[in-house]
């Protein structure tokens, strides 16, 4: 049996980490390794190219480290720096170029970045490949929690009848749209029934579909194998691309796929990402819906419906129940407010003792 789209995606990055630390010292590659049993392949190519650019920005910009080749700057390098390094590191993220393109990170992509790279200095102190981590000394940007931004119940609507019926496309759109909206509309309605990653939607078999118990398996992040179950509304039409798609010879090395392209290839992230875009911008153009966005307006959906804050989080498939609650405090807020008057203290219209037939007794 061939192996899964999740184990061949899992192939390719590991090759592309391999390139990646073909360039950097061996003590890097040496770091990987320690930390391959807990990350993903995805997760240590981010790592590489934040070591990477980061040993860039040294060599650029830090006197001690001018002339050397990333590959070149070695562990005593490392203790050379303090940490008004790192902040000058940090404000430089903010805005500049490289190889004639203009970059800038905001304070999320900045903490993540400094995540990064304390997970990495921590690791070669712990290892005692470099004497003191200064880094941790270095303040965490401060983030400010953003709103949630995800689709009401009559956005889904119009959205989902958008995908259906076309409306407010350019030409180009408007001369697709018939030959890709029984597909579109089952790709949308499917994830915003199930609340699957995008990752987790392309790498759907058909192999992986049972339309009869209206389940999908998918690879969660990690690696691990999951069932998610979906709507009756879902499966109709996810039936009704079937029969579209049994009409449709996939590309060479596709066969298995279950959302095909124009190209008869497996959908790309990329390509998802343009279909939720080209029909949201009509039915929400103050929202920026992704598919990401689809998700969050699933584990909304559920957690009113429910209460249930631990079915959100094994349905999302988040390990732990606590970044489910952080994504949906807001509604435990409001929750808490629409419940305040369910417990009384005193039943209405309960007789008042005092001045009563108690009192008259004495």
């Known amino acids: 049996m061939p192996d899964s789209y999740a184990k061949e995606l899992s192939k390719k990055h590991i090759q592309k980490l391999r390139g990646l630390i073909s360039d950097l010292p061996p003590y890097v590659a040496q770091f990987m ?33 001018s002339g050397k080749t990333t590959k070149e ?10 940490v008004f390094d790192f902040e000058n590191w940090l404000d430089y993220l903010s805005y500049y170029t ?4 203009e970059y800038t990170n905001d304070l999320m992509s900045k903490k993540r970045k400094l995540c990064a790279l304390r997970t990495f200095f921590t690791y070669l102190y712990k290892n005692e490949l470099i004497k003191d981590n200064v880094i941790i000394k270095v303040s965490m940007p401060k983030i400010h929690e953003k709103n949630i931004i995800r689709m009401e119940s009559n956005e889904v609507a119009d959205f989902l009848d958008n995908v259906e019926y076309g409306t407010k496309m350019t030409d180009r759109q408007a001369k ?34 049972d339309l009869d ?46 959302f095909l392209s124009g190209q ?19 039915t929400t153009p103050l929202k920026h819906i992704t598919p990401h966005k689809l ?8 957690y009113q419906e429910t209460g249930d804050i631990y079915l959100v989080a094994n349905v999302l498939g ?8 952080k994504h949906y405090a807001e509604m435990d807020e409001n929750s808490k407010r629409l419940n305040r008057n369910k417990v009384s203290l005193r039943k209405e219209n309960e007789p008042n003792n005092s001045g009563g037939e108690n009192d008259k007794k004495h």
């Open 264 to 282: 008869r290839k497996r959908l790309s992230v990329r390509s998802i990402e343009y279909i939720v875009k080209k029909y949201a911008r009509v």
């Open 73 to 82: 700057i070695t562990c005593s390098d490392l203790d050379t720096l303090a």
């Open 33 to 65: 390794r320690g930390i391959e049993q807990t990350t993903q392949p995805r997760t240590r190519i981010g790592y590489a190219y934040d070591i990477k650019y980061f040993f860039e920005y040294l060599i650029q910009n830090v006197d001690h480290f």
């Open 318 to 325: 988040h390990k732990d129940v606590n970044t489910t609650r």
């Open 176 to 209: 697709f749209h018939e030959k890709e909206k029984t597909r579109d509309l089952a790709l949308l309605s499917l994830m915003l029934s199930t609340g699957i990653r995008v990752s987790e939607c392309v790498g759907l078999n058909l192999n992986d579909l």
């Open 295 to 302: 998700r969050s307006t699933y584990g909304t959906a559920l």
């Open 98 to 101: 490289r190889d004639g393109r």
């Open 213 to 258: 118990n209206t389940m999908i398996r998918v690879t969660r992040k990690g690696g691990k194998e999951d069932t998610v179950y979906f709507s009756d509304e879902a499966a109709s039409l996810v039936a009704d691309y079937l029969e579209q798609r049994k009409k449709i010879v996939p590309a060479d090395g596709h066969e298995q796929a279950l």
